[in-house]
């Protein structure tokens, strides 16, 4: 199986059989990106995306007539789901419905087929649910915030996970701001990985109480930055790397090198129309040493 940070080979990608229906349905109006558009974005980039949303728990954000219609975030699965997407039940919810999960592109059409026009993976795999395999630090700029300020503080989030023996590589959010994320060897559990992530937003609050907040209190976040630790909690999810985001443009969460980052790329530069592009012109895919760099968590580090 694919593991995250395997260079794409440079083959064709695989074939997909799911038929979809009303092919030419618009998703994306001021993009012109139809549902056939969306199956065929990721079908170019499939290998890229692969290490991220297969063999996870997915939540999907379903909008059957596109963006500018009723959304709705779905963690579970539903009778009309595709059967090439599979149903994995979670070991801690054993009477609760099954959650989604996919093996390969045809699961993905599958949920391509059923307007998933967002991908929100967990931070661990259905081969080892209760240890996360990656955390994510969700930088949200509150009003007022410039550019230039998000950069800093994911240069800052990266600094400290570094100085806790993590790496951290960076992705466009496709919406407003930037994801840092750590690739972790799967030791510690959920508890575990929301205190330390809990502990680096709190310290940089702390330090930079005019930059950042840790809570979620929209009323203090004017000017500020939040950075957003509880994505690292049992059954949350951030948004998969190379995922569509159901807003205008058809924008993309995209993973960037550190040194990319800058004023010409803003958070929702890259699209369903540029990324093919984008991939194919890369020399090295900046996150292509992902899988390689996991490391454990300090804490459970020090417990050994
Ligand atoms: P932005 O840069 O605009 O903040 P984002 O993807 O980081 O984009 P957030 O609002 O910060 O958006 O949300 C972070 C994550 O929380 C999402 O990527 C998603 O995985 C999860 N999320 C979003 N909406 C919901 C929801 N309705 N229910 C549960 N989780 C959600
Ligand atoms: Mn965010
Ligand atoms: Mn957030």
């Known amino acids: 199986t694919a ?7 440079p083959e064709k990608p695989p074939k997909r059989t799911v038929r ?4 030419d349905r618009i998703y994306w109006p001021d993009a012109g990106v139809t549902k056939e558009g969306l199956a065929d974005y990721y079908a170019d980039i499939w290998r890229s995306i692969a290490p991220f949303i297969v063999g996870r728990p997915l939540a999907l954000l379903r909008c059957p007539t596109g963006i500018e219609g009723q959304q709705f ?5 539903w009778k009309g789901l595709n059967p090439k997407s599979v149903q ?3 070991p801690q919810d054993k009477q609760g419905e099954p959650l989604i999960a996919i093996e390969d592109l045809d699961g ?3 949920l391509v087929q059923s307007a998933a026009l967002e991908i929100h993976p967990w931070g661990s795999t259905v ?10 630090l969700d930088l949200d700029p509150g009003p007022g915030v ?9 240069g800052e989030v990266r600094a400290r996970l570094e100085d806790a023996g993590l790496a951290a590589f960076v992705k466009t959010s496709g919406g407003k701001g930037l994801h840092v994320v750590a690739p972790l060897t799967p030791k510690a559990d959920w508890p575990a990985a929301k205190a330390f992530t809990k502990a680096l937003a709190d310290a940089m609050a702390a330090d930079s109480p005019a930059l950042y907040v840790s809570t979620i209190a929209k009323a203090k976040r004017k000017g500020k930055i939040l950075i957003d630790y509880l994505r690292n909690q049992r059954g949350m999810t951030a948004v ?5 985001r159901a807003r205008p443009g058809a924008p993309v969460s995209m993973p960037l090198a550190w040194d990319e980052l800058g004023p010409e790329i803003g958070p929702a530069h890259f699209t369903v129309a540029n990324t093919p592009a984008r991939l194919a012109a890369l020399k090295a895919d900046p996150w292509g040493d992902f899988h390689n760099s996991a490391a454990p968590l300090p804490t459970a580090r020090k417990k050994r």
């Open 127 to 136: 081969a080892n649910w209760e240890r996360p395999d990656m955390i994510t």
């Open 20 to 23: 979809l229906t009303h092919p």
């Open 108 to 110: 993905l059409m599958g």
């Open 240 to 244: 998969a790397a190379y995922s569509t």
């Open 146 to 154: 410039g550019w230039e300020t998000v950069i800093a503080a994911a």
């Open 88 to 90: 994995v039940r979670d």
């Open 3 to 9: 593991k995250p940070g395997k260079r794409p080979a």
């Open 73 to 77: 975030f779905q963690k579970h699965a």
